[in-house]
């Protein structure tokens, strides 16, 4: 009876590691088509972004590293909107004015009554 239980015990050891495993390559496949959805969006972003910043001779290349100053966010405000935006930091160099510019295209867009929604949620 012991070499039942030993085999049935590492029956259920397969059992179990091969509904693990299942579960673990289906939850890598759900990152893979997040992750590629997430770059589809990102893609279709930046083009429809750099439709509109082509006006003024501006573009996007890298959404998270363009966007990190707030001077381009505050650009592609500024032509969609038509309006300009209040004063910010036309040269930013330290992180405390990058941050204050990308909060005042929030806070225009904010007061715009504009909702923000983000890529990939």
Same mark, same amino acid.
């Given at each position: 009876? &012991?070499?039942?239980? $030993? $085999?049935? +015990?590492? #029956? $259920?050891? =397969? /059992?179990?590691?091969?509904?693990? %495993?299942?579960? /673990?390559?289906?939850?890598?496949? /759900?990152?893979? *088509?997040? =992750? +590629? !959805?997430?770059?589809?969006?990102?893609?279709? %972003?930046?083009? !429809? =972004?750099?439709?509109?910043?082509?006006?003024?001779?501006?573009?996007?290349?890298?959404?998270?590293?363009?966007?990190?100053? #707030?001077?381009?966010?505050? =650009?592609?405000? *500024?032509?969609?909107?038509?309006?300009?935006?209040?004063?910010?930091?036309?040269r930013?160099t %330290?992180? &405390? +004015?990058?941050?204050?510019?990308?909060?005042?295209?929030?806070? %225009?867009? +904010?007061? *715009? #009554?504009?909702?923000?929604?983000?890529? #990939?949620?």
């Open positions: 009876t &012991s070499d039942y239980y $030993q $085999q049935h +015990q590492e #029956g $259920q050891q =397969a /059992d179990q590691y091969e509904e693990n %495993f299942d579960e /673990d390559m289906e939850a890598e496949r /759900d990152l893979a *088509e997040d =992750a +590629q !959805w997430k770059k589809i969006q990102q893609n279709t %972003f930046t083009r !429809w =972004a750099n439709e509109h910043l082509k006006t003024i001779d501006r573009s996007i290349n890298n959404l998270e590293t363009d966007l990190s100053d #707030g001077l381009r966010l505050i =650009a592609l405000i *500024e032509v969609l909107s038509q309006k300009r935006m209040p004063k910010y930091n036309k930013p %330290f992180r &405390s +004015q990058k941050l204050e510019n990308v909060s005042v295209a929030l806070k %225009f867009l +904010q007061d *715009e #009554g504009i909702k923000i929604v983000n890529i #990939g949620k």
